[in-house]
């Protein structure tokens, strides 16, 4: 069975441009979670989806927006980008995001903001 | 709510020796309890969770951990290192008492095998 798979893996912007990260979870798997990855914040919690709809959000600006498909593929976008979105950003997903399951993580979508 | 402390952000071992990675969480609830590990330029992937029942959890890759829910910790042991257990390990807490919070993610610990 295929893994989460992430793309694009690397991405290079420049600030005020618009980014989308797309994120393909594992076949079966209904709920996608996102991270964001860095250096001095670790990871923190961006959003939730299950089923095509947000269960749950981080504290993040409204800046960072998600969304998930019928065929529970998500993408998350992050417009006005600013040098301090540099960061690795993890998809995860799980069949039903119930608290004690298992959530397997992409490679991730590492971002450089210039 | 919920947050988790790993106390070392860098932990120096030989290779063959045994190593201990720290955690503590902060809850008023009950809590299920994982670790991950972060290979270099790869996502996070699971080695044990604490769900109920023994606290003694054994996990992939040789390591297990003891859930202690008088002291709030959960470190994670392993008896004999290996080159290859060089990465990054988080910690990680959710509430199954707790609506929908996600997981809470400790730093991180960086663990150096050195032969």
């Known amino acids: 069975k295929a893994g989460v798979t992430q793309t694009p893996r690397y991405l290079i912007k420049t600030r005020g441009q618009q980014v989308t990260l797309s994120c393909s979870p594992i076949s079966g798997h209904r709920s996608v979670s996102w991270y964001q990855q860095t250096p001095g914040q670790g990871l923190q919690f961006l959003f939730e989806?299950?089923?095509?709809?947000?269960?749950n959000k981080g504290n993040f600006p409204g800046r960072f927006s998600g969304r998930q498909f019928s065929n529970s593929r998500s993408e998350m976008n992050v417009s006005t980008l600013e040098l301090g979105d540099s960061a690795l950003y993890l998809c995860?997903?799980?069949?039903?995001?119930?608290?004690?399951?298992?959530?397997?993580f992409g490679p991730g979508t590492r971002l450089l903001v210039l | 709510a919920q947050s988790v402390t790993q106390l070392d952000s860098q932990v120096p071992v030989f290779e063959e020796a045994p190593v201990e990675l720290r955690c503590n969480y902060s809850?008023?609830?009950?809590?299920?309890l994982f670790w991950y590990v972060q290979y270099p330029n790869q996502g996070l992937q699971l080695l044990l969770k604490?769900?109920?029942?023994?606290?003694l959890v054994k996990g992939i890759n040789g390591f297990e951990a003891e859930f202690n829910k008088s002291q709030t910790s959960f470190h994670l042991r392993k008896p004999s290192v290996h080159i290859s257990d060089t990465a990054e390990y988080f910690c990680a807490v959710s509430s199954p008492n707790s609506g929908n919070t996600p997981l809470v993610f400790g730093k991180g610990t960086r663990l150096s095998v050195i032969a």
């Open positions: 809850s008023s609830v009950s809590v299920y």
């Open positions: 604490y769900l109920s029942g023994s606290t």
């Open positions: 989806y299950f089923s095509e709809t947000q269960r």
């Open positions: 995860a997903s799980s069949y039903t995001a119930s608290k004690g399951e298992t959530q397997y």
